[in-house]
């Protein structure tokens, strides 16, 4: 059982480029998000995805778009590469988006822009 | 806005009980109150869950008092490999929809030998 299957694990981008980063879940979770996590600092939310066929922003959404392909897959598209989205993403799942359902995390896809 | 607040960082030796606070002054009332752990370069993994008094398990006890504006994560008897960086979360309800959960700043845990 794999659990939240990310890659890739890591990647580095030149200004402007334009990538996606994929992630699965074989939970048969519901709730799908996607983090950014920064040196030194928390978890912030750039889009989740309360079910199947539903995406919203969280709270840093510029720059990115995504995609809740089925109810397994979520991925994470940059369009234009910035320096500024060089960070470690982390896509995570959960039951469904209430708070009484843990989320459970993958390893994450380090992301460099030069 | 920040919907939780934690130390920043704290400080343990191994052996010692760990008590770890989190504020939550805007707490909604269907919401549960959910620590991570964090270790380098390692997603967030899921410790414990509560709504109200307290709550054990194998790793963790967290404590929750009747106005559930704050929990207590109570680490027992730590070690070196505890040492991680710990958040705390509770749903967001300030959002129209409950699926935004926001992460506090986190606590970073370093035990000494």
């Known amino acids: 059982n794999a659990g939240v299957t990310q890659t890739p694990k890591f990647q580095v981008l030149k200004t402007g480029q334009s990538m996606t980063l994929q992630c699965a879940q074989d939970m048969n979770h519901n709730s799908m998000y996607w983090y950014r996590q920064d040196p030194g600092m928390g978890l912030r939310l750039i889009y989740y995805?309360?079910?199947?066929?539903?995406?919203d922003k969280g709270e840093v959404p510029n720059g990115y778009n995504v995609s809740r392909l089925n109810k397994r897959e979520f991925s994470l598209r940059l369009e234009s590469a910035a320096p500024s989205q060089t960070s470690v993403y982390f896509c995570?799942?959960?039951?469904?988006?209430?708070?009484?359902?843990?989320?459970?995390f993958g390893d994450g896809t380090r992301l460099s822009i030069l | 806005l920040a919907k939780t607040t934690q130390p920043i960082s704290m400080d343990s030796y191994e052996g010692q009980e760990v008590n770890i606070t989190c504020s939550h002054n805007n707490i909604a009332t269907n919401d549960y109150i959910t620590w991570y752990q964090q270790f380098p370069s390692q997603g967030p993994r899921f410790i414990i869950q509560?709504?109200?008094t307290k709550v054990t398990n194998e790793v963790a006890s967290l404590f929750i008092p009747a106005d559930r504006k704050s929990s207590t994560l109570s680490l027992p008897r730590v070690s070196l490999s505890d040492t991680a960086v710990y958040y705390c979360l509770v749903g967001d309800n300030d959002s129209s929809n409950t699926g935004k959960l926001i992460f506090g700043q986190g606590t970073t845990l370093q035990v000494k030998p």
């Open positions: 995570a799942s959960s039951e469904d988006g209430q708070s009484g359902w843990p989320q459970h």
């Open positions: 995805s309360a079910s199947e066929g539903t995406t």
């Open positions: 509560g709504y109200k």
